[in-house]
């Protein structure tokens, strides 16, 4: 079975850039579409971008749309997310997910049926 294994997490100031990438183990994935997730301390998983596996749909949350951009390299099987003018509230743990649904569902935590371990971001103030 298919696994992700988010990186790229770290300690950054606010205002600084990181890209997060999640690679599949399996070279032969193909997803409908791919998700970004991040969960703060105290707080419930909550969506950040997905995008679909041809590329053609993507879809950010309100609070990331303009600072984020999430692609994928179907060769390399592996999700990007930028992130730009990042924000102490951007401090969380981050996490990859794969889905079958299409893109009135990816906003939902529980359409994606594969999840990575997660990778942390950290951005001071």
């Known amino acids: 079975q298919v696994q992700l294994v988010e990186s790229g997490g770290g300690l950054v100031q606010a205002g600084a850039s990181l890209r997060l990438s999640c690679a599949a183990s399996?070279?032969?994935?193909?997803?409908?579409?791919m998700g970004w997730f991040r969960q703060a301390p105290g707080k419930e998983r909550e969506f950040v971008a997905a995008?679909?596996?041809?590329?053609?749909?993507?879809d950010y949350s309100d609070s990331t749309k303009g600072r984020f951009t999430i692609s994928r390299d179907i060769v390399k099987t592996t999700v990007y997310l930028q992130m730009n003018s990042l924000k102490s509230e951007d401090t969380a743990v981050y996490y990859c997910?794969?889905?079958?649904?299409?893109?009135?569902?990816?906003?939902?935590?529980?359409?994606?049926?594969?999840w990575g371990q997660g990778t942390q971001v950290t951005v001071s103030s």
């Open positions: 399996e070279r032969t994935f193909s997803p409908s579409a």
């Open positions: 997910a794969a889905t079958t649904r299409g893109p009135t569902g990816w906003r939902d935590m529980n359409v994606y049926y594969k």
């Open positions: 995008i679909s596996w041809a590329g053609s749909s993507k």
